[in-house]
Every structure is written in C-alpha cells, then in structure tokens.
Antibody, heavy 114, light 110 residues
C-alpha cells in the first residue's frame, strides 16, 4: 500500500523550531519529487516546499524562504522539513505529498503560540 | 492570497451536474498542466484530475477536467451526497510560488 506518514508536529512558541518528518512506503521513494503543503485553520491549501528525487532542485514559497529547509534521505525513505523562526501564521496542518501529488499523508498539526 | 481564482461555492441537487472554474494567467495555467483535488471534511486532499483531464486509477468518470487558455474547469456529473467537499485546482507557476493552489470551492449537494 502506498503510504505517507507525517510526524513531528506540536505546540511551539513564536521564534521556536520544529522538525517534521514524513515516512514513505509502498513506492520507490527515491524516484519521485516530494512536497510539503500546509493548511491553516479554516483556510485553503498552501504549497510550502518541493524537493526533487536526488535533492538537486529545491523550491520554497516566499512565505517560508529563509526559515524552512526541506531535505530527504532516500536510504530511509524519509522527507523532512526543518522549521525555524516560527511565527503564529505558520500554524497549520502540514501535509507531505508526493509523486504527482497523488499520494498524501494525513497531516501533522503545528501550532505556534505563546 | 492565491493567484488561481475559484468560486467560493457551488451547489446542485443529487444527480445533477456542477462545474467549478479556475482562473489563472499565462505564467501558471496558460503554460502548465492543471490538477484538481478533493478534500472531504477533516481529511487530506485527494488527487482527482491531473494533466488537465486525466483521472488517477479509482476516480470515477463522473469527474472530468478541461483547460482552455488561462482557465480550467472541473465537472462533476451525477452529483452524490458523498461529493460534498472542498475542491482545489493546482498548477505550477513560473513567476511566483513554484506551485500554486486555487482559492478553493465548496460543493454542496442540496
């Protein structure tokens, strides 16, 4: 079964850091680009970041550029999102999504609040 | 704020048809494939349509997609109560955020 499972969400104070992980199974992880997409409470989808299969190409939304870092470990079938200098507006459910965005995890919730 | 504009809501009776528009520009829809996603309440998004009009395995042919110029359209025929969800278009953009989603449309079955 093709599956993505996110972890690492939680409550963090403004200015703090958090590292999200996404474990992939059921497909050849190393062959596909991967993405992080987030959804603030009651809001629409927002693409956050993408990384190519070999990590050669990395892209970020302007809203997170310079604060978030995407990475992957193909040997561990895992995707990561290091989030620094977190702000209240980063509060959202963070989804890991892969391939042609046809595979999505269930999401992990990040809450930035004092 | 998204660069892809969708109507906030559409509605129809069971068995009827609805269409959802997605309006963009030459930097996104005009030069890239469009995908459509369905998000049922409390769940993760699900890919419905990719490359403008292709359906992944398991997606019924009641769902269809089309693109013309800088706009795209999702059609749902034979509307069912289980189709009540938020629907988003998405595509790559060469000028702003590399990938953009539409503003989202809530489908209500009357």
């Amino acid at each position: 079964e093709v599956q993505l499972v996110e972890s690492g969400g939680g409550l963090v104070k403004p200015g703090g850091s958090l590292r999200l992980s996404c474990a992939a199974s059921g497909f050849t992880f190393s062959s596909y680009s991967m993405n992080w997409v987030r959804q603030a409470p009651g809001k629409g989808l927002e693409w956050v970041s993408s990384i190519s299969s070999s990590s050669s190409y990395i892209y970020y939304a302007d809203s997170v550029k310079g604060r978030f870092t995407i990475s992957r470990d193909n040997a561990k079938n895992s995707l990561y999102l290091q989030m620094n200098s977190l702000r209240a507006e980063d509060t959202a459910v963070y989804y890991c999504a892969g391939r042609i965005l046809d595979v999505w995890g269930k999401g992990t919730t990040v809450t930035v609040s004092s | 704020q998204s660069v892809l504009t969708q109507p906030p809501s559409v509605s129809a009776a069971p068995g009827q048809k609805v269409t959802i528009s997605c309006s963009g520009s030459s930097s996104n829809i005009g030069n890239n494939y469009v995908s459509w996603y369905q998000q049922l309440p409390g769940t993760a998004p699900k890919l419905l349509i990719y490359e403008n009009n292709k359906r992944p395995s398991g997606i019924p042919d009641r769902f269809s997609g089309s693109k013309s110029g800088t706009s795209a359209t999702l059609g749902i025929t034979g509307l069912q109560t289980g189709d009540e969800a938020d629907y988003y278009c998405g595509t790559w953009d060469s000028s702003l955020s590399p990938y953009v989603f539409g503003t989202g449309t809530k489908v209500t079955v009357l």
